[in-house]
T-cell receptor
Framework: GAVVSQHPSRVICKSGTSVKIECRSL??????MFWYRQFPKKSLMLMAT?????????EQGVEKDKFLINHASLTLSTLTVTSAHPEDSSFYIC????????????FGPGTRLTVL | EDQVTQSPEALRLQEGESSSLNCSYT??????LFWYRQDPGKGPEFLFT???AGEEKEKERLKATLTKKESFLHITAPKPEDSATYLC???????????FGGGTRLMVKP
């Protein structure tokens, strides 16, 4: 149980285009999901907290207009990288929070974004 | 502010050579300590949650222990497939946001 999926797993796009990444909790409902960014050989950096039915909370230094987050249902959150530039190339990982009991974050497999 | 420090940053072991990874933490009130395993190009995989000092949990060759200031991940007779980055994390007061350590990259040579 507690499976989180992400789609796509890899995406290559041209500079200036927008890219949408989906994060789904497959076998549980998650009122809270999180989006992380990870640079090579570094730990996870929290970008934003996504709450179902309300606006996302962004960490300091993360541009909310560039990284649009929507949490439309209890099993789906999306991250849209708008007007992507090469410096946005990174590994993006989502997690879904399973509340009650162990209160554990379960992570998706990640999405590798490359902006040319 | 919660702080989590992992050591060593990298650890090379021969197959069968047991060792331990350390996770030191400073929190206002511990609501649990999480261990994850991350393979290259993948998301972290949940391993254990520990809640109180003295607690231990095991999974195959891994055993996690917890004291009031640190946690250890003991790896007994590791195999090459245990090679990965191991992350520890503590939740915030609300219990839903994690502060991660920098991770320990474990490499097990056959």
């Amino acid at each position: 149980g507690a499976v989180v999926s992400q789609h796509p797993s890899r995406v290559i796009c041209k500079s200036g285009t927008s890219v949408k990444i989906e994060c789904r909790s497959l076998d549980f409902q998650a009122t809270t999901m999180f989006w992380y960014r990870q640079f090579p050989k570094k730990s996870l950096m929290l970008m934003a907290t996504s709450n179902e039915g309300s606006k996302a909370t962004y960490e300091q230094g993360v541009e909310k207009d560039k990284f649009l987050i929507n949490h439309a249902s209890l099993t789906l959150s999306t991250l849209t990288v708008t007007s992507a530039h090469p410096e946005d190339s990174s590994f993006y990982i989502c997690s879904a929070f399973l509340a009650g009991g162990t209160d554990t974050q379960y992570f998706g497999p990640g999405t590798r974004l490359t902006v040319l | 502010e919660d702080q989590v420090t992992q050591s060593p940053e990298a650890l090379r072991l021969q197959e069968g050579e047991s060792s331990s990874l350390n996770c030191s933490y400073t929190v206002s009130g511990l609501r649990g300590l999480f261990w994850y395993r991350q393979d290259p190009g993948k998301g972290p995989e949940f391993l254990f949650t520990l809640y109180s000092a003295g607690e231990e949990k095991e999974k195959e060759r891994l055993k996690a222990t917890l004291t009031k200031k640190e946690s250890f991940l003991h790896i007994t007779a590791p195999k090459p497939e245990d090679s990965a980055t191991y992350l520890c994390a503590v939740p915030n007061n609300a219990g839903n946001m994690l502060t991660f350590g920098g991770g320990t990259r474990l490499m097990v040579k056959p």
